[in-house]
């Protein structure tokens, strides 16, 4: 299933309204208090870029980035359809972010709450390092985990793009 799954951008109204059933429906926005109408004006905010992954013509996934910023190259949301985990589509979403940010920026980073060890693990396998802790960050009694992975500091990543 994972090898017939490709990535494109949202194009549709309807599709954002179906990334927010996805993401209202699932952890760790239930317990984050993300119902569909605060998950729905997330996506719908300014400055978002969405990518679908798409399986015979079924959204299996998606990935919201935030270019802008003061931690610019931010992954704000990645969330696969409950039916498709498991099988390779995260994983191509998370390298498809990486290919898109590290174009233009050198850091990608990443919120992972406290209480969500399974993805976690998934950052970590890829690379991700914790920066730090944003304890009650979102709710009361849990943290959010900046993670982040880098190709080289700034200075350095704008001097090679000079000279391309
Ligand atoms: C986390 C998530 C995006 C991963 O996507 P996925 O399609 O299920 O993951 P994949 O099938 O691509 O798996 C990639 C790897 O991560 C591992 N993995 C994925 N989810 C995992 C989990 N919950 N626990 C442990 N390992 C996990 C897989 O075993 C696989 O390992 P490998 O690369 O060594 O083979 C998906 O499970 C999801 O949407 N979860 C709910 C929302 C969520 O937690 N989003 C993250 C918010 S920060």
Not at 26 to 48: C, H, M, N, Q, V
Not at 51 to 76: C, D
Not at 148 to 158: A, H, N, P, W, Y
Request: with cysteine; proline share 4%; net charge positive.
């Amino acid at each position: 299933m994972a090898t017939s799954v490709f990535i494109r951008p949202l194009q549709r109204h309807h599709e954002i309204e179906a990334c927010a059933r996805m993401m209202a429906a699932s952890e760790p926005w239930i317990t984050l208090r993300f119902d569909y109408a605060a998950s729905l004006r997330a996506l719908a905010s300014p400055g978002k870029e969405i990518h679908l992954a798409v399986s015979g013509g079924e959204v299996t996934g998606f990935i919201m980035l935030n270019l802008k910023g003061a931690f610019v190259g931010y992954l704000q949301s990645i969330c696969v359809a409950p039916a498709c985990r498991g099988q390779g589509v995260g994983r191509r979403l998370v390298a498809f972010a990486e290919e898109r940010v590290f174009r233009e920026y050198p850091n990608l980073f990443i919120c992972v709450s406290s209480f969500n060890p399974g993805a976690q693990r998934f950052y970590r396998n890829r690379g991700y390092e914790v920066v730090g802790e944003l304890k009650n960050f979102l709710v009361d009694g849990h943290s959010e985990i900046l993670l982040r992975k880098t190709i080289g500091s700034l200075t350095e990543f704008r001097k090679k793009q000079a000279t391309v």
